[in-house]
């Protein structure tokens, strides 16, 4: 079976490992250790090659790597420089469709950076010259692993990351929030009633209620910025537990030094390299403030959701663009799907931070092995919110138009038009109204003029949408 898309000529390569002897496709960047990997880890059927950035923060670790080794003597330069090359490439995306291991696997993350390590092995004995899988001039271990282990190499991969990608989110953010804000702009004219606990409450505009919308995810643009900050520390250089074994005593320094260049990120080694190995808090961190962001964007459609029903039986105070037809049995249907499927995502998110704390939480001792689905989580999150906000944004947001009627309708026949009149009337002359207007089925405005309250001047004057929707100074 071919597990990538190159054809296969049906030549093969005998390649060994601990375990014993594999034949991989000719064509295949990747080697023995990649193959049993596969064979071992069906679970999710997302494998690394679905993203791309999480690619780029191997290739940018393996470059690092090679280029502190060849500094120290440790790494041939012409091997070195093969090296670098392939990983160039590697993070330029030729050789994405080879990264085929599932996200989520054992042995914490060891068949990932493998995987790396065969296709950069093989990339750069192409580049030295050489046939793929003629390991003696450049072996996936000795050189393009030199220096490292798994359990700093992988979380290092993820920290750049996982910068990258919330860059990536932060611009999606930025898109939709500027989005609500041009719809706060052009609804800023229009009169509808506000509500708490789904009853009628005081008289606001719908541009306020877009604004708010556009106020609160841009409160996530600082959050998200502030946790980006927690993967610039990172553990290369720490080997297998953090104590450096198998390094030289310079190459946590010289590495993380090429690897800023590489990435031109401010990256900086980690204070404590055991507890770095260890500690996966920075994941935490930063899921839990997706789950923020998923939290707030479900409220928000959750309220398209409402503010659209009807369009006869529901509150109908905005339309939302059609997309498709809403039903196989009911005629002339149309439901909110885009509002409907960002829900879904965001119910998504919020799953995936459970998980995300919980595997956290099972570290022991000096590693956490629950890390491939911590990543698998994270990364999923981020692709699946910037999907749904870009798809918000263009599908629903910037097509949404204002039904002034109705709001304007709904406010003037709504019994909470009159705590509008409160500092006016009084608290118990208001209750009073109120409570006629329920029992009488009257307007809040009539029976005013009826009571003989006050003039229609001063009432007009007060119920102008200018004068209830922002704070007034009253006359004793």
């Known amino acids: 079976m071919n597990i990538t898309n190159t054809p296969l000529s049906g030549k093969t390569r005998r390649e060994h490992d ?10 295949y960047y990747f080697g023995v250790q990649t193959m049993r990997a596969v064979d071992n880890f069906h679970i999710s059927r997302v494998t690394l090659d679905l993203f791309p950035e999480f690619i780029k923060g191997l290739a940018d670790t393996k470059q690092g790597a090679a280029m502190a080794n060849r500094d120290l003597g440790l790494l041939d ?28 696997q054992g042995g914490a993350g060891t068949s990932t950076n493998m995987n790396a390590n065969e296709v950069i092995a093989n990339r750069a004995l192409e580049l030295l010259g050489h046939e793929k899988g003629e390991y003696k001039y450049c072996h996936p271990n000795n050189h393009v692993n030199l220096s490292q282990s798994t359990n700093d190499a992988y979380p290092t991969a993820i920290h750049v990351a996982m910068v990258r990608s919330i860059d990536k989110l932060i611009v999606a953010l930025r898109d939709l929030v500027a989005a609500f804000e041009a719809k706060a702009r052009e609804f800023a004219h229009v009169i509808k009633m506000g509500r708490t606990q789904l009853q009628d409450a005081v008289p606001m505009t ?50 993380t030094k090429h690897m800023a260049t590489v990435t031109g990120m401010p990256l900086v080694k980690a204070h404590d ?29 959750n309220d398209l959701r409402l503010m659209a029903s009807g ?59 629950m890390e491939p689905v911590i990543v698998h989580c994270m990364f999923e999150s981020i692709e699946m919110m910037i999907n749904a906000m870009n798809t918000l944004r263009v599908k629903c947001i910037d097509g949404i138009t204002a039904n002034e ?10 019994i909470g038009l009159v705590t509008a009149l409160n500092p006016y009337l009084g608290y118990e002359t208001s209750t009073m109204l109120a409570k006629e207007a329920l029992e009488s089925g009257k307007g809040v405005y009539d029976l005013v003029l009826e009571h003989k309250l006050m003039s229609q001047a001063e009432l007009d004057d007060i119920l102008k949408p200018e004068n209830m929707v922002a704070p007034r100074r009253f006359k004793k």
């Open 18 to 27: 601990l375990l014993g002897e594999l034949d991989v496709p000719v064509e």
């Open 77 to 104: 330069p012409e091997v070195a420089e093969a090296i670098i090359k392939a990983c160039e490439e590697v993070r330029a995306g030729k050789f994405d469709e080879h990264f085929v291991v599932d996200m989520v």
């Open 206 to 255: 719908l541009g306020q209620e877009f604004e708010s919308y556009a106020a609160t995810l841009n409160d996530e643009i600082a959050v998200l910025e502030e946790n980006k900050k927690y993967f610039y520390e990172i553990n290369m250089g720490a080997t297998a537990i953090g104590t450096g074994i198998n390094s030289d005593p310079d190459y946590a320094d010289l590495c």
């Open 273 to 301: 390299m055991i507890a770095a190995t260890n500690d996966t808090s920075a994941f935490v961190m930063n899921s839990s403030a997706q789950k923020r962001l998923a939290v707030k964007l479900s409220k928000i459609c």
């Open 311 to 369: 369009p006869r039986c529901g509150l109908a105070e905005i339309h939302l663009p059609a997309r498709q037809p809403g039903s196989s049995i009911m005629p002339g249907k149309v439901n909110p799907v885009i509002p409907e499927v960002v829900n879904q995502v965001c119910f998504r998110v919020i799953g995936n931070d459970l998980t995300v704390t919980a595997a956290a939480e099972a570290a022991q001792l000096e590693l956490n092995v």
């Open 405 to 414: 009627e109705v709001c304007r309708r709904l406010v003037y026949n709504s």
